[in-house]
């Protein structure tokens, strides 16, 4: 059992962007907050955070306004809805009846500054093919 108060840790976390390395305090002064038995729950709170709803924030943003202007802006709904054959619509709107294949989502991804061996990518299609299992097994 590893002494939680003797790992050496505080409220920052290091990220990769493009090749380089940088510290993000996950709060204010994180650099100077030691993680101990105490604090431990609410630095692991603070680590998910970031990693799922901070880091990708801005990600986000972009993409809800992207889909946003499509949708609410009268030329752009116009040709949304007009490009989109009547199948399609059901798809949106019941899903499809064929299986999700991670595999096929793996062949046709775009790694943008990462590869696909990098352990941020395999983690990814690890946590999407358990995310299939357990979907598969409701």
């Known amino acids: 059992m590893v002494y939680s108060d003797a790992l050496g840790l505080t409220f920052v976390r290091e990220v990769e962007e493009l090749g380089s390395r940088k510290i993000v305090e996950l709060c204010a002064g994180g650099k100077s907050i030691p993680v101990n038995s105490r604090n431990r729950e609410g630095y692991v709170d603070l680590l998910i955070w970031h990693q799922f709803v901070t880091s990708i924030s801005e990600q986000v943003a972009h993409f809800a306004k992207g889909f946003s202007d499509m949708l609410c802006q009268p030329l752009l709904h116009k040709f949304f809805f007009r490009s989109l054959e ?3 619509l059901d798809w949106i709107l019941h899903g499809s009846e064929s299986a999700i294949s991670v595999e096929d989502w793996r ?32």
């Open 107 to 138: 062949a046709h991804t775009e790694y943008n500054g990462y590869r696909e061996i990098d352990p941020q990518i395999l983690w990814f299609w690890k946590v999407c093919a358990c995310m299939i299992l357990v979907l598969l097994n409701l």
């Open 86 to 88: 009547l199948e399609d």
